[in-house]
């Protein structure tokens, strides 16, 4: 019966496509690994392009589709040229792509905090242990390791057009000057005023208030625990004050020479002036 079911959705385009989805050649993608800030910057790009339609948890699949999320039908429907969130791996097929990088060193801590509101593990399970998980692709989802999957994109496309690099620290700490590439790469205009209101409409305190008033609306929180905020603290470098200097190394000893080049500043002396070792090849 759930084959027969299943075989039905297919026929009617009601699946939801995933990596199999359907690409057309004007389509652009808002690529990241999972827990770096791609919800953010959904509501960042959906402001500065939709500002009329005042973007929230309960339109923003709408306005920046998640193929997860949707049916195939509602996706090949949707308004063109399309924007797209995905968490996937490199697929050559993409032709556009803004890919959003975070430390992943931040990105366990993120991991770590939305399986506890998910279900996934439990409140006290050992944040270590954890990272140990992460960095060996243990996790529940099949995007690969951070490694795994920045490599795939960065090495790929960082010397192609099609390709722009957005490091989430940057767009913290530098949110106009990124939100200017960002709307050219879209080829928006970027006036200061719908620049500002974007990410005014962005800010992690009016993000808080709609999840506490639609969290359990939305496709990536409905079904999760409500006593747990979706939107954390939102701020880079967390990781210095929870992750033990264990946990640091075996991060850095895994992707070590990859977050140098994107520009992440190791804890580990040795490895940050040490070229690429033997277990960072074997992990990209």
């Given at each position: 019966?759930k084959?027969?079911?299943?075989?039905?959705?297919?026929?009617?385009?009601?699946?939801?496509?995933?990596?199999?989805?359907?690409?057309?050649?004007?389509?652009?993608?808002?690529?990241?690994?999972?827990?770096?800030?791609?919800?953010?910057?959904?509501?960042?790009?959906?402001?500065?392009?939709?500002?009329?339609?005042?973007?929230?948890?309960?339109?923003?699949?709408?306005?920046?589709?998640?193929?997860?999320?949707?049916?195939?039908?509602?996706?090949?429907?949707?308004?063109?040229?399309?924007?797209?969130?995905?968490h996937?791996?490199?697929?050559?097929?993409?032709?556009?792509?803004?890919?959003?990088?975070?430390?992943?060193?931040?990105?366990v801590?993120?991991?770590?905090?939305?399986?506890?509101?998910?279900?996934?593990?439990?409140?006290?399970?050992?944040l270590?242990?954890?990272?140990?998980?992460?960095?060996?692709?243990?996790?529940?989802?099949?995007?690969?390791?951070?490694?795994?999957?920045?490599?795939?994109w960065?090495?790929?496309?960082r010397?192609?057009?099609?390709?722009?690099?957005?490091?989430?620290?940057?767009?913290?700490?530098?949110?106009?000057?990124?939100?200017?590439?960002?709307?050219?790469?879209?080829?928006?205009?970027?006036?200061?005023?719908?620049?500002?209101?974007?990410?005014?409409?962005?800010?992690?305190?009016?993000?808080?208030?709609?999840?506490?008033?639609?969290?359990?609306?939305?496709?990536?929180?409905?079904?999760?625990?409500?006593?747990?905020?979706?939107?954390?603290?939102?701020?880079?470098?967390?990781?210095?004050?929870?992750?033990?200097?264990?946990?640091?190394?075996?991060?850095?000893?895994?992707?070590?020479?990859?977050?140098?080049?994107?520009?992440?500043?190791?804890?580990?002396?040795?490895l940050?002036?040490?070229?690429?070792?033997?277990?960072?090849?074997?992990?990209l």
């Amino acid at each position: 019966m759930k084959r027969l079911i299943a075989g039905g959705k297919h026929v009617l385009g009601l699946h939801r496509p995933g990596r199999n989805l359907r690409v057309f050649p004007d389509d652009i993608f808002l690529v990241s690994y999972p827990k770096s800030g791609n919800t953010w910057t959904r509501f960042l790009i959906a402001n500065l392009v939709y500002p009329e339609k005042n973007p929230d948890f309960s339109n923003i699949n709408d306005l920046v589709p998640d193929p997860e999320a949707m049916s195939k039908r509602d996706l090949d429907r949707a308004a063109r040229p399309r924007l797209l969130k995905s968490h996937q791996y490199f697929d050559p097929r993409y032709p556009k792509v803004i890919y959003i990088v975070r430390d992943p060193r931040d990105v366990v801590l993120s991991e770590y905090y939305f399986d506890i509101k998910r279900r996934a593990i439990v409140d006290d399970y050992p944040l270590e242990q954890f990272v140990s998980c992460f960095v060996r692709g243990e996790l529940n989802h099949p995007y690969g390791t951070w490694g795994e999957h920045a490599a795939s994109w960065f090495y790929t496309r960082r010397n192609d057009n099609r390709f722009l690099l957005v490091k989430y620290e940057a767009l913290q700490s530098q949110a106009i000057e990124e939100m200017v590439r960002i709307a050219g790469f879209l080829g928006i205009s970027a006036e200061p005023d719908r620049l500002a209101f974007a990410i005014e409409q962005s800010s992690a305190d009016r993000m808080r208030a709609l999840e506490k008033q639609q969290g359990h609306l939305w496709s990536s929180t409905r079904e999760t625990r409500q006593d747990k905020p979706f939107i954390r603290s939102a701020k880079a470098g967390g990781w210095k004050a929870e992750l033990s200097e264990a946990s640091v190394a075996e991060i850095e000893s895994a992707w070590g020479a990859l977050m140098r080049e994107i520009g992440y500043e190791l804890a580990d002396a040795n490895l940050a002036h040490a070229g690429m070792s033997h277990a960072g090849i074997e992990n990209l």
